[in-house]
Nanobody, 115 residues
Framework: QVQLVESGGDLVQPGGSLRLSCAASRSIFSIGTMGWYRRAPGEQRELVAMITSSGSTNYADSVKGRFTISRDNAKNTVYLQMNSLKPEDTAVYYC?????????WGQGTQVTVSS
């Protein structure tokens, strides 16, 4: 079992930046591929970025070129750097393994992009 705690969400203006963090209660290296997911109001949860244990990354088309996922295995933490934020990025952001494991969902962190 693992607990994942997301943080860093905030209210930000369009074009702004945020850095999200996901702290794990045990080794993320042993978990393997990690990802950031988001759920916008009235929408289904979607995977926006993923990173393997070795550092290979992949992104949803909607965030490619604006978001950067990274991981620090020594700190058991996964990050999501979000630049050039748009109102459509407004959502609750979660981290989990890829594919997700139901028991790993945390509370998420709210990102609101609005002027």
């Amino acid at each position: 079992q693992v607990q994942l705690v997301e943080s860093g969400g905030d209210l930000v203006q369009p074009g702004g930046s945020l850095r999200l963090s996901c702290a794990a209660s045990r080794s993320i290296f042993s978990i393997g591929t990690m990802g950031w997911y988001r759920r916008a109001p009235g929408e289904q949860r979607e995977l926006v970025a993923m990173i393997t244990s070795s550092g290979s990354t992949n992104y949803a088309d909607s965030v490619k070129g604006r978001f950067t996922i990274s991981r620090d295995n020594a700190k058991n933490t996964v990050y999501l750097q979000m630049n050039s934020l748009k109102p459509e990025d407004t959502a609750v952001y979660y981290c989990n393994k890829v594919p997700y494991y139901t028991d790993y969902w945390g509370q998420g962190t709210q990102v609101t992009v609005s002027s």
